[in-house]
């Protein structure tokens, strides 16, 4: 999903030449890619420096700071919505995915009552046996709930139908 924020970054007097914007441009990617917050979840990637709006001088250092507005790719997990996730690991107590490499998610035993896990434990097996889940395969999952911690979003999902 693409959103527009508004940010301040801080630049070292020494960055201050003709070269400004271009610096700015990628100093905005190296702080935000792949940066994770409770308001806009992962950062995939910053598509664009809409504008340079303010500069201000630092009180208390020789930093300006600079006001920026920022067109960004965000995935942050919504509850009710399905993802496609890939299987990272399959235990007795349920599956570990991911979705898009980023947010990790938690089906517990209890959400795959349609399913049994193999006697090895490596796999899960629909109760009609037409549908195996294994590590590394894709899977479609609804979150049902989530939590904002550490930088990071842990999501519990449910296999979706």
Do not use: W
Request: aromatic share 10%.
């Amino acid at each position: 999903m693409d959103t527009t924020i508004t940010t301040t970054i801080s630049v070292k007097p020494e960055n201050l030449n003709e070269n400004f914007t271009e610096y700015i441009k990628k100093r905005v990617v190296q702080l935000f890619t792949d940066k994770c917050s409770e308001d806009y979840g992962y950062i995939t990637k910053v598509k664009k420096l809409n504008k340079i709006v303010d500069t201000k001088v630092s009180p208390t250092s020789y930093d300006v700071y600079v006001v920026v507005v920022l067109t960004i790719t965000c995935l942050k997990p919504q509850i009710g919505k399905n993802y496609k996730a890939k299987v990272c690991m399959i235990f007795k107590r349920g599956i570990f995915a991911e979705i898009e490499n980023k947010l990790k998610v938690l089906i517990p035993i209890s959400c795959l009552e349609d399913y049994t896990l193999d006697k090895e434990g490596i796999q899960f097996e629909s109760t009609d046996k037409e549908k195996i889940i294994k590590t590394n395969d894709e899977i479609s999952v609804l979150l049902y709930d989530y939590e904002y911690s550490n930088s990071n979003f842990n999501c519990l999902g449910r296999i979706a139908h």
